[in-house]
């Protein structure tokens, strides 16, 4: 029997990261793809370069990319601060992503959602990977599905989950800029550090950000 195949929807982030390690964690036999979505934010670029940093970390040779830059790639994709917005982005990126899990006779699609603990979130990821589902299995049974392992996780514990797993979290991604370097101040910048002070950990880039010259 061949060993299960499972595309992650990997944006390069702490989550995708831990969602990576968790899969190879739980069976070191699986075969991995990882799927990155242009969406069309500004951090596009640092995104993906951290999508192939972690394929090196974890040896997984498969990393596929999807244009979609018109989901986010406008005004209107983005609330005030640059995060993304947009309850029709969702639906769209989970059909792409089931759809080339198919083409990739993948049998999972991994989406690496968490939401802190915000229970009208999860529902929400929940009702749409549900109906990405079953509108997947609309035209031909057996195809592939949806799992949100790190769904009901608060940040606190992805990052203690990570830590078990000794994930290299310099290497993941979550500053909404362009920049090299984090900015440290937008929405994604702050709640990475959050959740690392709710852990009672220093991020690796914290530390690297306040070392002397």
Known sequence: MSSPHALILHSGGLRSLVATALTLENDDKARLTLLHLNDGRDNT?????????????????RVNEMDLAHLYGHGHGK???????????????????????????????????????????????????????QFGDFEQGGAPHIVTPLLELTDRQVIELGA???????????????????????????RRKAAFQASGMVDPIERKANAPL
């Open 164 to 190: 078990e797993l000794d994930v290299p979290w310099e290497q993941s991604w979550s500053c909404l800029g362009q920049a090299d370097i984090p900015c440290r101040a937008c929405p994604g910048c702050r």
């Open 45 to 61: 670029y640092n995104r993906l370069d951290h999508v192939h940093r972690q394929a090196e970390h974890f040896a997984i040779t």
């Open 79 to 133: 609330g005030p601060e640059g995060e993304p917005m947009g309850a029709f982005v969702v639906p769209q990126l989970l059909l792409a992503a089931l759809s080339h899990a198919r083409f990739q006779q993948a049998q999972q699609v991994i989406w690496p959602v968490s939401f802190d603990g915000n229970v009208k979130a999860m529902a929400q990821a929940t009702e749409q990977a549900i109906l990405a589902d």
